[in-house]
């Protein structure tokens, strides 16, 4: 169970501003949590906005790829850990930029992995930020309780696939959220269809959809429904995210962009 009490949160770094933080969550893996992550962030840094991504999923990061970040790409300074930053502006936090090659496994226990979340937050020099996305892993406890806990949350987006074991596994992930009183902004199908080029008739490749049950039970919108579309996973593993240009993902920026 979850303690009721609130804990005191941890400083944010004098030299910081961060207006929201919002982690982009779903317990469960393989839904595309990180790729809608990119996107949001690529999305909100083309309306102007000042975007950092913290990668919470610390011993299965995949925001840097997603940006093609080379690893080792943070640098230390005197005042805090500078962030890598893309080419949109985007500044990024991610275990895999500490290591020197990318595909090394990152071996640690809870405490180690709440703790380096805790300091990605407070050593990390953001500077200011209109939104924080925190990309957390699959899982409701050490890195996502870690997140929720430890972080001055606004509100969450909750990402799910059409198939029923999806949502069995959003739901948990949806009680955890209500039992730390978070707000759920709204929730995301992901590969919710898919398009046919030639008749443009949709296909319901992984069932039908549970996202009106799922928002129901979060108290929040069905904020998009996104397609499988094989140019945006050739864009993702070619680490250019920032050039996705996907309609369907703007509800969900305007609802980020609205004042809290």
């Known amino acids: 169970m979850l303690g009721k009490g609130a804990p005191e949160l941890p400083k944010l770094n004098a030299f910081n501003r961060v207006s ?3 982690p982009v969550m779903s317990g469960k893996g393989g839904v595309g949590k990180s790729s809608v992550t990119a996107m949001l ?3 909100l840094a083309r309306r102007g906005q000042k975007v950092g991504i913290l ?5 299965g990061p995949s925001i840097p790829k997603l940006f093609g970040l080379p690893a080792g790409g943070l640098r230390g300074s005197e005042q805090g850990m500078l962030p890598a930053v893309t080419g949109g502006g985007i500044r990024v936090v991610s275990t895999n930029l500490l290591l ?3 595909a090394q496994a990152v071996v640690w226990r809870g405490p180690m992995i709440s703790a380096t979340i805790r300091q990605f937050w407070t050593d990390t020099l953001w500077g200011k930020l209109d939104t924080l996305l925190v990309d957390l892993p699959p899982g409701t406890s050490d890195a996502a309780l870690g997140v929720l806990q430890n972080l001055p949350v606004t509100g969450v987006v909750l990402v799910t696939t059409p198939q029923d074991l999806a949502a069995l596994v959003v739901r948990k992930a949806i009680q955890m959220i209500r039992q730390l009183n978070i707000p759920i902004l ?3 199908e992901n590969m919710s269809y898919f398009r046919c080029p030639e008749t443009q008739h949709e296909h319901a490749i ?3 959809s549970h996202a009106d049950v799922l928002a129901q039970e979060a108290g929040a919108p069905v904020a998009a429904r996104l397609p499988i579309d094989p140019q945006i996973a050739a864009l993702c593993d070619a680490g250019q995210a920032e050039s996705i240009e996907l309609e369907a993902i703007q509800p969900v920026v305007d609802l980020l962009l609205q004042p809290a």
């Open 206 to 208: 992984f069932g039908p």
């Open 55 to 59: 990668d919470a999923d610390i011993t």
């Open 100 to 102: 020197r090659d990318e």
């Open 186 to 188: 709204g929730v995301v």
């Open 20 to 22: 929201q933080v919002i």
């Open 41 to 43: 962030a690529a999305n």
